[in-house]
């Protein structure tokens, strides 16, 4: 069945204290994995699409990487404005639609 | 670019009575838009894929009588919610896919999401 699964559930950062979030997915084919910013009460904002093995893309303060199994959202010294919640989603082959995961509900703390 | 709107925000309605949502891509034409249900403390679920032109496909356990999906045209799809009860009450977010057909790109933007309250 595919499935994706994002860890932790929930992290509390101090400012500048650097870390990752965690998305593992099982799919028959992947046609790409994209990451998403939501903030409460708004739609989900685009932050990156990555599509093969060994992929990597930055922006800013956030950097995301894939491997054959996940794909990790490493943020560097972040600030508080980077609380959010970030959602990992995974287009499959043979599949029209996005499967996404629980999300990450980061606090960072000043 | 890639901007996709959503109307209205926020939309409080009685028991019983029909609700519309409108979804639009601004910048861009999207064959496929998506329609997501969201609930406090949780991830997205898909409701149903809107294509133009044609019928929409709803994910299992939803019912497409009570959730109309139309897609007149590349760059509007409204929901609407008929019969609202208070359990529908929720957060609806659309998505408008930006490649279509065998397009390598398949990002999906989104709206800014309707709260849709019914008493």
């Known amino acids: 069945e595919d499935q994706v699964t994002q860890s932790p559930e929930a992290l509390r950062l101090q400012e500048g204290e650097s870390s990752s979030l965690n998305c593992s997915y099982t799919?028959?084919?992947?046609?790409?994995l994209f990451w998403y910013r939501q903030d409460p009460g708004k739609g989900p904002e685009f932050l990156f699409t990555?599509?093969?093995a060994g992929e990597e893309k930055e922006k800013e303060r956030l950097k995301a990487t894939l491997t054959k199994k996940e794909s990790f959202l490493h943020i560097t010294a972040p600030k508080p404005e980077d609380s959010a919640t970030y959602l990992c989603?995974?287009?499959?082959?043979?599949?029209?639609?996005?499967?996404f995961g629980q999300g990450t509900e980061l606090s960072v703390k000043p | 670019g890639a901007v996709v709107s959503q109307h209205p925000s926020r939309v409080i309605c009685k028991s019983g009575t029909s609700v519309k949502i409108e979804c639009r891509s601004l910048d861009f034409q999207a064959t496929t838009m998506f329609w997501y249900r969201q609930f406090p403390k949780k991830s997205l679920m898909l409701m149903a894929t809107?294509?133009?032109?044609?019928?929409?496909?709803?994910e299992q356990g939803v019912e497409k009588d009570k959730f109309l999906i139309n897609h007149a045209s590349l760059t509007l799809s409204t929901l609407t919610v008929t019969s609202a009860h208070p359990e529908d009450s929720s957060f609806y977010i659309c998505?408008?896919?930006?490649?279509?057909?065998?397009?390598?790109?398949?990002?999906?933007?989104f709206g800014p999401g309707t709260r849709l309250t019914v008493l």
């Open positions: 809107s294509n133009e032109g044609s019928k929409a496909t709803y």
């Open positions: 998505s408008a896919r930006l490649g279509g057909g065998l397009s390598s790109y398949n990002e999906q933007f």
């Open positions: 990555l599509y093969s």
């Open positions: 799919v028959s084919g992947l046609r790409g």
């Open positions: 989603a995974v287009h499959f082959v043979g599949g029209g639609k996005l499967i």
